[in-house]
């Protein structure tokens, strides 16, 4: 307000970039956390476990193909990064 009644108008502040690449993140995930949950309920199906094993086998398997997934995201988008800087 005080630089209103000097006159003065106060810069507009420019709102940042979104991330034009959350879809791209966020269905990679997804797809990520679906397999590693099929793969951990497939290698427990297959053995007669108990139920904490079961549920440390599901989790280990979501984990690793979540970061997997992470991999890939970042493999995919320094790859487009590497293509823009080119142009």
């Known amino acids: ?3 209103a009644r000097h ?3 106060p810069p507009v502040q420019a709102k940042p970039s979104p991330n034009k690449y959350r879809s791209l993140r966020n269905g990679i995930l997804c797809i990520g956390i679906a397999v590693g949950l099929v793969a ?8 007669g476990y108990e139920y904490y094993v079961e549920f440390l086998i599901i989790c280990s398997s979501t984990i690793l ?3 997997l997934s992470y991999i890939v ?3 995919i988008v320094k790859d487009k990064n590497m293509e823009n800087e080119a142009e």
Do not use: A, D, R
């Open 40 to 47: 951990g309920i497939i290698l427990t199906s297959c053995k």
């Open 73 to 75: 995201f970042y493999l």
């Open 7 to 9: 006159g003065i108008v």
């Open 1 to 3: 307000m005080e630089l």
């Open 65 to 67: 193909c979540l970061g």
